[in-house]
């Protein structure tokens, strides 16, 4: 009797490099729920003064019903026949079939905080639909990222001038990183989605050898105690990746995504140099899915089906998320791509 796969188990065989029935799927955010499915992902009762007016009991209900949403769009038919869904109905006459995504991002409005009775409510109701058949990831990096306009001025400034209170400042954010970490997984988060970014498509915004000393060794601590918990680690950043790429790969993560096409990272030359260190996610070319022709959207989806997943190890993603903006039939063509190409024996 055949082996059936759920897509969590898929996902948990790739990032540990191997090669399951069939390659998985999913997104570090999904921003066109509304474009596919007519809702937005979120709750306005969950915000501002809507929330202030109701009830706890009211606000655990609309947790729930955020759940129930999450369900619809990351779900599938499988999880259902599965015994791994409480969903009863669906309110979105006509709706799409859900996406299938091995790794659900969890983002309630208050993800942040595993005490609050908002994310005990959605993430309880998430088990409820889903059962252990999907890996629940979210926010776990705590490493410096690009700075963001007149800042990187004074970060510049404050490695020449207070390089130990810099190098302090890393430690102190790893730390606490890994204990947020080490309560997200206690709550049920099985990936770490590590997404501060360090490159642009001309290369890192540190040279090779600052990278080493302010990033590598505390992105290393990040995943080092998140691998002994029994967390899945992903290291995301856009950008040209390759000066730093052989660093990224020793700080021990289980997977690399975007792998940027945008920035001339080809997915090809990164699985034939670290394809049996780390697993890959993405690169299906974000700028040919908002702008390219439909001609220029097929190949890149099918260059990274053909060599992202050549021997297993790979997740297949965009090169950055879908995006709001982002014409969802361009979605829909790569979804339809995968959907054909997705078994190891076709």
């Not at 252990?132 to 004074?154: C, K, Q, V």
Request: overall charge negative; hydrophobic content about 40%; charged content about 25%.
């Amino acid at each position: 009797m055949n082996k059936i796969w759920t897509a969590g188990e898929r996902a948990r065989v790739a990032l540990n490099l191997g090669k399951p029935d069939e390659i998985p799927t999913f997104e570090l955010e999904f921003q066109l729920s509304e474009e596919f499915f007519g809702y937005p992902l979120d709750d306005p009762r969950l915000h501002g003064s809507a929330r202030a007016s109701l009830s706890a009991k009211e606000i655990e209900q609309a947790a729930i019903d955020l759940a129930d949403k999450y369900a619809r769009v990351y779900g599938n038919k499988t999880a259902i026949e599965m015994g791994g869904s409480v969903l009863s109905g669906d309110p979105v006459k006509d709706a799409k079939p859900g996406l299938d995504y091995a790794i659900i991002p969890v983002y309630c409005p208050e993800w942040w905080d595993v005490t609050s009775p908002v994310n005990i409510a959605f993430r309880k109701r998430l088990r409820e639909h889903f059962g252990n058949t999907r890996l629940f990831g979210g926010h776990g990096d705590g490493t410096f990222a690009i700075p963001s306009g007149s800042d990187m001025y004074e970060f510049v400034y404050r490695i020449a001038d207070e390089p130990e209170e810099v190098l302090k400042q890393a430690e102190t954010m790893a730390k606490n990183a890994i204990e947020a970490n080490k309560r997200q997984h206690e709550a049920g988060l099985d990936v770490a989605l590590l997404c501060s970014d360090y490159c642009y498509n001309s290369g890192p915004f540190l040279s090779p050898a600052m990278f080493d000393e302010y990033i590598t060794p505390f992105l290393a601590m990040i995943c080092k105690v998140g691998r002994e918990d029994g967390m899945f680690m992903i290291k995301h950043t856009d950008g040209n990746i390759m000066p730093i790429i052989q660093s990224l790969v020793d700080a021990g993560p289980h997977a690399l995504h975007s792998i940027d096409p945008m920035a001339g990272v080809d997915i090809r030359e990164v699985k034939r140099l670290y394809g049996n260190q780390v697993a890959l996610c993405g690169n299906v070319h974000c700028a040919a899915l908002q702008t390219g022709t439909e001609e220029e959207v097929i190949a890149s989806a099918e260059y990274c089906l053909k060599y992202g997943a050549e021997g297993g190890g790979y997740l297949f993603a965009t090169s950055n998320i879908p995006f709001k903006g982002m014409p969802p039939e361009r979605y829909d063509l790569i979804l339809d791509i995968w959907k054909k190409r997705r078994k190891y024996d076709t």
